[in-house]
């Protein structure tokens, strides 16, 4: 097997699996651990997993999210019932900010069934989806490109987003405890509060697994969203601390 091809093995096998065994990885692919060890190191440092000890994880930490094209590939079920509880709040002639990440890709995919929409995005997936849709008014946010989080960021999407207003935005999060939303990267967390600032109403999109989770930069505090959508009940008091303070969680079945 050439070496492309069992990095590709590995990425598929944290798609199925979350993590991966360094002896695992080196018996089934007939190498030595040390040429494993070297795919892992370039696969993390493109950003694709994070290592840790006996192997690698593509689950996220407090300074690391895994590449769009890892999480693209997870949690399709659950994606797809958040989407649809999310689609619930579009009306016809809205206005809609959708921000970078797998999650809400899914959403994207959906709008033209709410058509005429006024779309804005500085998310890749969308853009690439909606642009030949017709009904669709698409608002592509400029900036820097990043393979990452398959969207754009900086400067010049901040800038365009301070002159922009919308019906909506709708922002997912990798975190969210103690009443807080969280993210690993700067940048990314710009973009997502300039759209919440942007936006008359806010919606946050979080899978059941994020909560009790932190990461390096506070994005927003929980009361700063009108809705908080979620795929399953989560662990522990998180529903309870979130209910009691009087935010609305809604947890979206099939």
């Known amino acids: 097997m050439k070496r492309e091809e069992r990095r590709q093995a590995i990425m598929d096998l944290l798609v199925e699996h979350r993590e991966v065994d360094l002896d695992d990885l080196a018996e089934r692919f007939a190498v030595s651990k040390m040429t494993i060890h070297r795919d892992l190191d370039e696969l ?67 709008l033209p069934e709410k058509r005429p929409l006024t779309v804005i995005t500085n998310n890749a997936a969308i853009l690439d989806g909606l642009r030949d849709e017709p009904g669709i008014t698409l608002l592509g946010l400029g900036g820097v490109y990043s393979a990452k989080f398959n969207g754009f960021f900086g400067v010049v999407t901040e800038a365009a987003l301070s002159q922009l207003r919308a019906d909506i935005a709708f922002v997912s999060t990798p975190a969210v405890a103690d009443l807080k939303a969280f993210h690993m990267d700067d940048n990314v967390v710009r973009s997502k509060q300039k759209m919440m600032g942007a936006a008359s109403r806010r919606c946050l999109l979080v899978n059941h697994t994020r909560f009790g989770r932190t990461a390096l930069h506070t994005l927003a505090d929980l009361d700063r969203f009108d809705w908080i959508i979620t795929d399953d009940q989560p662990a522990g008091d998180a529903a309870k601390e979130i209910e009691a303070a009087g935010l609305k969680l809604m947890i979206a079945k099939d």
Do not use: W
């Open 44 to 110: 993390e440092q493109a950003g694709v997993l994070r290592k840790v000890r006996g192997g690698a994880t593509a689950d996220s930490g407090t300074q690391f999210e895994s590449d769009f094209r890892i999480r693209a590939r997870q949690d399709a079920a659950a994606k797809e019932r958040m989407a649809r509880a999310a689609l619930e709040l579009i009306e016809p002639g809205m206005t809609v900010m959708i921000n970078d990440g797998s999650m809400a890709a899914v959403l994207g995919s959906m």
